[in-house]
């Protein structure tokens, strides 16, 4: 039975589950060419095709997997990204993912929408680790990890396979329960 993801409000976003209404708006992002390949996916071809990827999204509880945000700006009541944690197994670890829209880029929302699902990681999933990984050459991405709080592991060579079949080095960071408390005791002074 699916159980619906939290939402999620910032003083700019709300994250909440992704909906089919959804694909108008990440369709308009995620047609654009260099914006998959960034993140590891291939570009949408047309919106049929970005509406089955959102339902692809929907299912993954199905494989155990917690599901997809839709990142909405408020401000324009518009949705301008995706974050998740995927890759999940239960109380022990997950992976960050995110996209923003390159007309949103450099206003730090990546990261004012990630640390949400951070604390609820490890404050509700009770997770030991969070890992974060980017292609090397994508260095805004590697930027939001690095603001967020996670520490740099080393390079996994050869670690990734794009949509197209090549072969590409990740830059893996990562964020343990023990960090996350570190974080927090910090903030809180």
Same mark, same amino acid.
């Given at each position: 039975?699916?159980?619906?993801? +939290? ?13 089919? &209404? ?7 992002? =995620?047609?654009i060419p260099?914006?998959? +390949?960034?993140? #590891?996916?291939? +570009? ?5 095709y ?14 155990g997997?917690? #599901?997809?945000? =839709? ?22 670890? =997950? ?15 990546a990261?004012?929408?990630?640390? +949400? ?30 603001k ?5 592991? #080393? ?8 949509? &197209? /079949?090549?072969? /590409?080095?990740? @830059?893996?960071?990562?964020?343990t ?11 809180? @002074?």
């Amino acid at each position: 039975m699916r159980t619906n993801l +939290p939402m999620f409000e910032t003083e700019r976003l709300i994250i909440r589950e992704i909906k089919e &209404d959804d694909m108008f708006d990440m369709n308009e992002y =995620a047609s654009i060419p260099y914006v998959g +390949p960034m993140a #590891g996916w291939e +570009p949408h071809t047309s919106l049929s095709y970005t509406r089955e990827v959102i339902k692809s999204f929907n299912k993954k509880h199905q494989f155990g997997q917690l #599901g997809v945000f =839709a990142i909405i700006l408020k401000s324009e009541d518009k949705m301008i990204g995706t974050c998740e944690l995927h890759s999940y197994i239960k109380d022990f670890k =997950a992976e960050l993912g995110y996209t923003i829209s390159p007309k949103y880029w450099g206003n730090g929302y990546a990261g004012e929408a990630s640390w +949400p699902l951070v604390v609820w990681g490890f404050s509700t999933l009770n997770l030991k680790r969070i890992e974060c990984s980017t292609l090397m050459n994508n260095d805004r991405s590697k930027r939001v990890t690095e603001k967020l709080g996670f520490k740099f592991e #080393g390079i996994r060579r050869k670690g990734y396979m794009l949509y &197209d /079949n090549t072969i /590409n080095d990740l @830059c893996c960071y990562s964020m343990t329960d023990d960090d996350f408390k570190k974080i927090i005791e910090v903030k809180s @002074c």
